[in-house]
């Protein structure tokens, strides 16, 4: 299992209470949570830092300051943050009130996001 499935049900389950659609998608030996066709979160087992992160897609206005709380990383795959997104650790979303608050600033995020292109499908 290459992501952390309970974390997976209580993000699911959040959703659902909060009355949102979402759809799943698996990338990169993670999950990851979709709204109107954009990421809004999803579960990434970091072996740099040794344990599953919550990837919350935030947005830029508030990132400097969710950044300065000690549950937070930088989201940084490429060895390079991408601003907007940040890593939470297990400390920042074992509660769900925490848990809660990350999805809620995720879907506050939402409607100001950009959506991926779709890709090409490449004919054979």
Same mark, same amino acid.
């Given at each position: 299992?290459?992501? =952390?499935?309970?974390?997976?049900?209580?993000?699911?389950?959040?959703?659902?209470?909060?009355?949102?659609?979402?759809?799943?998608?698996?990338?990169?030996?993670?999950? *990851?949570?979709?709204?109107?066709?954009?990421?809004? *979160? &999803?579960?990434?087992?970091?072996?740099?830092?040794?344990?599953?992160?919550?990837?919350?897609?935030?947005?830029?206005?508030?990132?400097?300051?969710?950044?300065?709380?000690?549950?937070?990383?930088?989201?940084?795959?490429? &060895?390079?943050?991408?601003?907007?997104?940040?890593?939470?650790?297990?400390?920042?979303?074992?509660?769900?009130? =925490?848990?809660?608050?990350?999805?809620?600033? *995720?879907?506050?995020?939402?409607?100001?996001?950009?959506?991926?292109?779709?890709?090409?499908?490449?004919?054979?």
């Amino acid at each position: 299992m290459a992501y =952390d499935e309970y974390l997976a049900d209580r993000i699911r389950q959040q959703l659902k209470e909060k009355r949102t659609a979402f759809t799943e998608l698996k990338m990169m030996g993670g999950l *990851c949570f979709k709204v109107d066709n954009k990421m809004l *979160c &999803g579960i990434h087992l970091d072996k740099k830092y040794g344990d599953h992160l919550l990837m919350a897609r935030i947005g830029e206005s508030v990132y400097e300051a969710e950044l300065d709380k000690p549950e937070c990383l930088p989201m940084d795959f490429t &060895g390079r943050p991408m601003r907007g997104y940040i890593f939470v650790t297990p400390d920042g979303f074992d509660r769900d009130d =925490d848990l809660s608050y990350w999805l809620d600033l *995720c879907m506050a995020f939402n409607p100001l996001a950009k959506a991926s292109k779709p890709k090409k499908k490449k004919i054979k």
